[in-house]
């Protein structure tokens, strides 16, 4: 069971996250609306993985994921990305992102990716 901190601006995507996660055991530490908040959030409760939506106000996901990664170089972070982010979802991966999921969320790769990464 994983702690897990899930960033996305939409509160929908947010439940949709939160109850894959719970379904699969693990616990949801925290929301976040942006990426300014992903970052007081991550630093507050240390998740040991964290959801992040690439495309949100004020601060990016993938921003977020560059200023996570420069405090904690060991900081687990998944990518939540549209159809048609492909070179978002690279860069981010490039930032050191360790996996992305795609909206609409399917349930099992969800699972597989934290699976994938937490191991």
Do not use: W
């Amino acid at each position: 069971m994983a702690r897990i901190l899930v960033v996305d601006d939409a509160k929908f995507m947010r439940m949709t996250l939160s109850n894959i996660l719970s379904k699969a055991e693990h616990e949801v530490i925290g929301e976040g609306e942006n990426g300014k908040e992903a970052i007081e959030l991550f630093r507050k409760l240390n998740p040991d993985l964290v959801t992040m939506d690439i495309t949100m106000p004020i601060m990016s996901g993938l921003d977020a994921v560059k200023e996570i990664k420069k405090d904690f170089p060991y900081a687990k972070v998944i990518m939540c990305s549209a159809m048609g982010q492909q070179k978002m979802v690279v860069e981010a991966i490039e930032a050191g992102a360790k996996d992305f999921i795609v909206k609409p969320f399917d349930e099992c790769r969800v699972v597989d990716a934290i699976n994938k990464v937490l191991d």
